[in-house]
């Protein structure tokens, strides 16, 4: 007769090893992956972050599925922020990307979300997750937060000019991902400054001598140092038959509707931060509408005219 205690150890044996099973099944299901070498331990795990980081993805149906996963991302870290009673940084998000997490971080009441990207019109920002008792006294000063770093990269590109793709090429060439990097402003020939993780300064000082063919030297500077032009504004009107992107937008951006039919269709125009894609959405008070190097247009008013046409206020800022 088998005594007892050797019941409980094969009773707990196979459960483990059912566990084991359905950890392995689930890992191929949802990622595709063959974990023949992984332990019962780490197979496990792995399923069960798998599993939770599908079912967040899923309750972000909303958000576009092309950065679903780093919205994701974004809440996880929100609940490591919380539970830790610590302030934690993200990586240098896209415009979407922080619209999107800020939307779905509005109804937390335990974490507060700051976006920094080194200055106030970035586009590139860091979001600071953290319980509202570490931030609030941070929020009307971002830079009290840290979390970006600029950097000056300084040559003379009179004879080799240098666009944004040469920096920012140069840079990711060091051996660091697009995530610790943020807005990178050209100065002409004098070089750029680029903003940065501050853990990544002492590598881009000693790493990064060239940009294109010429020599270059990096060099940390203060925030306070960033030559950041600020955006001229201009208040313009239109009268539409429709509150069609195209039609809002072709009179934002002064091109011909077919022209801007064209870009939305190609991808170089946002809405809310967001491709649009479509040139028949529709756009209402508040909306931002982005261009390609064109800059951007904010939709301020919307009224009727005794014609019930759509008067359409907008800010162009560029």
């Known amino acids: 007769m088998i005594p007892q205690t050797t019941n409980h150890a094969l009773f707990a044996r196979d459960r483990y090893t059912s566990m084991h099973s359905f950890a392995y099944r689930a890992l191929r299901n949802i990622n595709g992956v063959h974990p023949t ?4 331990r780490s197979t496990c795990k792995a399923a069960t972050h798998a599993v939770k980081e599908r079912g967040l993805e899923a309750s972000l149906s909303w958000v576009d599925a092309a950065h679903r996963k780093d919205v994701a991302r974004v809440l996880e ?32 009441t335990d974490v507060i ?18 319980r509202e008792e570490l931030m609030e006294p941070l929020k009307a000063d971002p830079q009290q937060l840290g979390g970006v770093a600029a950097l000056q990269i300084k040559g003379n590109f009179m004879f080799d000019p240098a666009k944004h793709p040469d920096f920012l090429g140069a840079l990711l060439g060091t051996g660091i991902v697009r995530e610790r990097v943020g807005d990178v402003l050209v100065q002409g020939e ?9 853990e990544l300064l002492e590598h881009l000082e000693g790493a990064l001598g060239q940009v294109r063919t010429v020599p270059v030297e990096a060099r940390r500077i203060p925030l306070s140092e960033l030559s950041v032009r600020p955006p001229r504004q201009e208040e313009l009107s239109s009268v539409e038959a429709s509150l069609r992107l195209d039609a809002v937008a072709s009179a934002g951006f002064r091109m011909s509707r077919s022209k801007m039919g064209e870009l939305i269709k190609g991808g170089d125009v946002r809405l809310n931060w967001r491709t649009a894609g479509k040139p028949s959405l529709e756009v209402k008070p508040g909306d931002v509408i982005s261009c390609a190097g064109k800059g951007r247009v904010e939709v301020r008013a919307v009224d009727m005219t005794k014609k019930e046409k759509y008067l359409v206020t907008l800010m162009r800022y560029v």
Do not use: K, N
């Open 77 to 108: 870290l929100a609940d490591r922020a919380a539970d830790r009673w610590d302030i934690l940084w993200t990586g240098f998000l896209p415009p979407p990307v922080v619209a999107d997490s800020m939307a779905a971080l509005a109804d937390r």
């Open 113 to 130: 979300c700051v976006p920094w990207g080194g200055y106030a019109q970035a586009e590139r920002c860091r979001l600071a997750l953290g």
């Open 190 to 198: 004098v070089g750029a400054q680029a903003l940065v993780d501050p």
């Open 37 to 40: 070498h992984f332990s019962r």
